[in-house]
């Protein structure tokens, strides 16, 4: 999903005696988890906190100290009439967009754990949070409708421009930038599909051979000293959108080598402009509000091709559906569950976040793992061991516990999404402030996660620490690369098992080195090594 900003601040009430000191270090896997969050609800503490406040918030459970204002949340003064907005406008301010990781990092260190950012021109206020207690209470305290802003420019595309389709049938308008009945709706009949137990395992062979594709397209691509093109994250994107042609749509694209005029390529220049575009509307000023412009019109006209190719490939899965009797693929699942407008929104929202959220996590998994040849060895032999010369089936990655740290250590110190968010729906306390309805909710997962007071050595890259064997106790909330609770991440599923048979692939077939200046990250708009992956990829 498309990363917010965040940043930090406050020391805050004495909180916490149940569930900070009790609750805050649990190790993944842990059984602990359910008897300490039953705690919640039945500590005398928590009650006499609920008892002693006029808060709204049912899952308010501080310790003694009234609950402070809003107005009393530290942060960042807006001036009159500018607000805060100037310190993102170049020149003048010194807060940039691309380096909102930093931004946070500093609020963090001069505020304290929850920092308030009021006073963005044409944008609700916001609370920067950086306590994973505080996450957990206010993910654990959703209502069934979480509310998560997204994509103003999207909404407009759905709600707006293309009304007609998208309300054309009750509650199909999709998850993203939608929210309340319509979004629960929506997601619960995809959900059962999608989230299914062997939804993505049915997918291991296909997603291989995509895989198997990306390997070899490398050996024609990489120069003569082996090293990949300036343009590889572009490659790696080809891969990405080819693995979920596959999964949303049954088909096989041919990105690797679309040919001029066809659909796949259309679907693929259309994919490529909306990702062009979306950041700049996001993050920029949203012109686009007062009048179409040029970038505007190519984003609508970008998402009509996606759309128009979904609707085509569900009416494809419809006759096949018809041809065969039964369903054979997630698509086919889809519409047979769910109906075609639900299957082709469905496909469409997966294309709008499951491309770019999936590669820039390959692209930082593979610049990370070039300077580090003890972890490729490491996933090497338990890649050689599991799969003895195999290709691989359902169930092998699971042999590959090793290879699944790695990537979840990658994500801890480099999360593709830096700060995942929530709208409040009601009033509720966080960090001891009453927090109004409203405001958006910033979790600073890029900052917990490289945080000392979350991650012992955080600055140490250390895949071990996921491993159940070895596992050190962390805060269950401090690292969450895809979210979490009703609106959780719908293709986690199928985003690991693309990642993790790629990453298993290219540790088979190459040594991965980098002999070029170190890549620094920034917000493009996931958090991406600035600059060309030239990886050395020479052949085992
Ligand atoms: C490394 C890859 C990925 C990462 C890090 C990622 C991360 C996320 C995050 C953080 C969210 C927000 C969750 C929340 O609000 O609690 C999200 C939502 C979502 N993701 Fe992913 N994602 C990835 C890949 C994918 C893929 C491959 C697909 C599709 C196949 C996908 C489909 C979705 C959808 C549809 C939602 C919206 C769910 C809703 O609002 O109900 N994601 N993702």
């Known amino acids: 999903m498309r990363g917010t900003a965040v940043m930090w601040p406050l020391r805050t009430v004495n909180r916490s005696i149940c569930t900070t000191a009790s609750r805050q270090q649990v190790s993944e896997g842990s059984k602990e988890m359910g008897a300490k969050n039953s705690m919640l609800s039945t500590c005398p503490v928590h009650i006499q906190r609920a008892r002693s406040t006029h808060v709204v918030d049912a899952t308010a459970f501080e310790v003694s100290s009234p609950v402070k204002p809003w107005e009393d949340v530290p942060g960042p003064k807006p001036l009159p009439l500018l607000g805060n907005t100037w310190r993102f406008t170049p020149y003048i301010g010194s807060y940039s967009v691309e380096h909102i990781d930093r931004i946070c990092v500093s609020l963090r ?31 654990r305290g959703e209502d069934a409708a979480p509310h ?3 994509m103003p420019s999207l909404n407009y595309y759905k709600h707006t421009l293309r009304k007609d389709f998208f309300s054309a049938e009750e509650n199909c308008a999709g998850v993203i930038a939608v929210h309340g009945d319509s979004w629960s709706a929506f997601r619960t009949k995809v959900s059962r599909v999608a989230l299914s137990a062997g939804a993505a395992a049915q997918y291991t062979a296909p997603v291989a ?8 397209r490398i050996r024609k691509i990489r120069d003569e000293n082996m090293e990949t093109p300036e343009d590889f994250l572009n490659e790696i994107h080809k891969w ?3 693995s979920l042609g596959l999964i949303a749509l049954d088909t096989r694209l041919g990105c690797f080598e679309a040919c001029e005029g066809s659909e796949s390529q259309r679907l693929i220049d259309a994919v490529k ?5 979306v950041g700049e509307l996001e993050l920029r000023a949203p012109w686009w509000r007062l009048y179409p412009t040029a970038m505007f019109r190519r984003y609508v006209a970008a998402l009509d091709t996606i759309l128009s190719v979904t609707l085509r490939h569900v009416d494809k899965a419809l006759e096949e559906i018809k041809l065969n009797g039964s369903s054979k693929s997630l698509l086919q699942d889809l519409v047979t569950a769910a109906g075609a407008r639900v299957a082709a929104v469905a496909a469409l929202d997966m294309f709008l976040v499951g491309i770019d959220t999936t590669s820039t996590a390959v692209a930082s998994i593979l610049y990370q793992l070039s300077s580090r040849p003890h972890v490729q060895e490491k996933i090497y032999e338990e890649v050689t061991k599991a799969l003895q010369g195999r290709p691989m089936s359902p169930g092998d990655l699971n042999q590959m516990p090793y290879l699944k740290a790695t990537v979840k250590e990658v994500l801890r110190m480099y999360p593709v999404v830096i700060g995942n968010g929530r709208q409040l729906t009601k009033d509720t306390v966080i960090c001891g402030y009453n927090i109004p309805k409203g405001t958006q909710v910033i979790f600073q997962h890029y900052v917990m996660g490289n945080s000392e007071e979350y991650f012992k050595d955080a600055s140490q890259f250390r895949p071990e620490r996921w ?18 609770g009703k609106r959780m991440c719908l293709g986690r599923r199928f985003a ?12 088979q077939a190459y040594k991965i080195e980098y002999r070029r200046e170190p890549l620094e990250y920034h917000i493009h708009p996931m958090y991406t090594p600035n600059g060309p992956i030239r990886l050395r990829l020479v052949e085992r």
């Open 209 to 216: 051979e995509v895989a198997d594709c990306f390997v070899e």
């Open 467 to 484: 491993l159940k064997r070895t596992a050190q106790r962390h805060h269950a909330f401090a690292s969450l690369p895809f979210g979490y």
């Open 240 to 242: 990405s959108l080819e």
């Open 109 to 139: 260190a001069k505020y304290g754990k929850c920092v308030k950012m009021a006073g963005l021109l044409g944008r609700p206020d916001m609370l920067f949070v950086f306590d994973a207690n505080e996450v957990e209470r206010v993910f």
């Open 148 to 150: 998560r802003p997204s």
């Open 273 to 277: 402009t909306f990702f062009l575009c």
């Open 496 to 507: 690991e098992l693309e990642i993790h048979t790629v990453i298993c692939k290219m540790i």
